[in-house]
């Protein structure tokens, strides 16, 4: 995609939601982190109806370890891979407590040391607790893309760095969520909305997809 077309790209999603959020629910940098690692393989939506009487109740890594692994599966366990996630989020607290006097750190590289954090995981962390400049790829935003042309890799660190590369002020700080919530409502995956989408006409997908006949 040109630069021009990128930054065109981006106003247009800009002015469509000038101030994107995450649709995960936190009340603090620790409960963020948690939903974000519970998040992988599973829909928004289900981890917010896991954690809103989770968070009620725990909001910190203190709290966490006190609540125990068991205690936690039972609140998760409408969560795919519920076993995993909750020894990762107990060791993950731990390992604040023990390395960060249990305080989420403001340092990706810190952050992805921590048990069942990884890259991705790290970075909504960064952008969403504290404005940084980072692009967390998840399915939605590899498939947008590459499907667009705005920034084609192989993997999700090379899309990452394509896109850290062209995306220009001032749309960096949001362009994450703006790329997410496209791919997640409008770009989707097996049948992309290409009849109702604002920036169809600087994508490089072909054909585009017509809207359905009405019944």
């Not at 981006?10 to 939601?17: E, P």
């Not at 725990?58 to 599966?73: C, F, I, Q, R, S």
């Not at 705005?150 to 850290?164: H, I, Q, W």
């Not at 995956?189 to 989408?197: G, I, S």
Request: proline share 6%; charged share 25%; hydrophobic share 40%.
């Amino acid at each position: 995609m040109k630069k021009a077309d990128v930054a065109e790209f981006y106003a247009r999603l800009a002015a469509d939601n000038p101030h994107p959020e995450t649709e995960l629910e936190s009340v603090n940098a620790y409960t963020l982190l948690v939903a974000v690692a519970l998040s992988a393989q599973a829909t928004d939506v289900g981890v917010n109806k896991a954690t809103r009487a989770l968070f009620a109740e725990v909001d910190t890594p203190e709290k966490m370890v006190a609540l125990g692994e068991d205690a936690l599966k039972g609140h998760i366990r409408t969560i795919g891979l519920f076993n995993t996630k909750a020894k990762n989020v107990i060791a993950l607290s731990q390992a604040l407590i023990d390395r960060y006097d249990g305080i989420v750190p403001n340092d990706r590289d810190a952050l992805e040391t921590l048990p069942g954090v990884g890259r991705k995981t790290a970075n909504v962390v960064m952008n969403v607790a504290f404005g940084a400049e980072t692009f967390a790829v998840d399915t939605h935003i590899f498939r947008v893309g590459n499907r667009t042309g705005l920034a084609r890799g192989k993997t999700p660190l090379a899309v990452e760095l394509k896109l850290d590369r062209a995306t220009p002020q001032p749309f960096r700080l949001h362009a994450h969520h703006w790329l997410i919530l496209h791919g997640r409502y409008i770009c989707k995956a097996r049948r992309p909305e290409c009849w109702r989408c604002p920036v169809a006409d600087l994508c490089a997908y072909k054909p585009k997809t017509p809207e359905p006949a009405a019944k």
